[in-house]
């Protein structure tokens, strides 16, 4: 019925947030572990899921990075990247900070 359907639908986006977490947590867990392929599977299965998620934006991101997928953490960031990334990046970079500067500023 039309009304079972309704009922069923509002259960599913309830759980979207719960879902979500599980998909973030497995994905930190893999990040930890070097995993960083199956990290970006369950932070993009998180988003997917729950496209408002910010944590799952934030380590997909991260796992770009990692990666040294820059581009694809920019575009893949859901806008969380920019100061957050150029930071930590001029911070743990080997490269000199005067050319991390430029970098940023260009």
């Known amino acids: 019925t039309e009304y079972g359907k309704s009922i069923f639908g509002e259960f599913q ?3 979207q947030p719960r879902r979500a977490k599980k998909h973030v947590r497995k ?5 930890k572990d070097n995993r960083l392929k199956e990290a970006l599977q369950e932070f993009s ?3 997917e899921t729950q496209p ?3 944590e799952a934006y ?11 997928q820059y ?3 920019m ?3 859901g806008g969380l990247v920019g100061g957050y990334w150029t ?11 005067e050319d991390a500067l430029a970098m940023i500023w260009t």
């Open 27 to 31: 994905g930190y867990n893999h990040y």
């Open 75 to 77: 575009a893949h960031g």
């Open 87 to 97: 930071l930590d990046e001029i911070l743990n970079d080997p490269f000199e900070i």
């Open 71 to 73: 581009d694809n953490a």
């Open 45 to 47: 299965l998180a988003i």
């Open 13 to 15: 986006k309830e759980q």
């Open 58 to 68: 934030f380590w997909r991101a991260r796992t770009f990075i990692r990666m040294e």
């Open 52 to 54: 408002q998620n910010a």
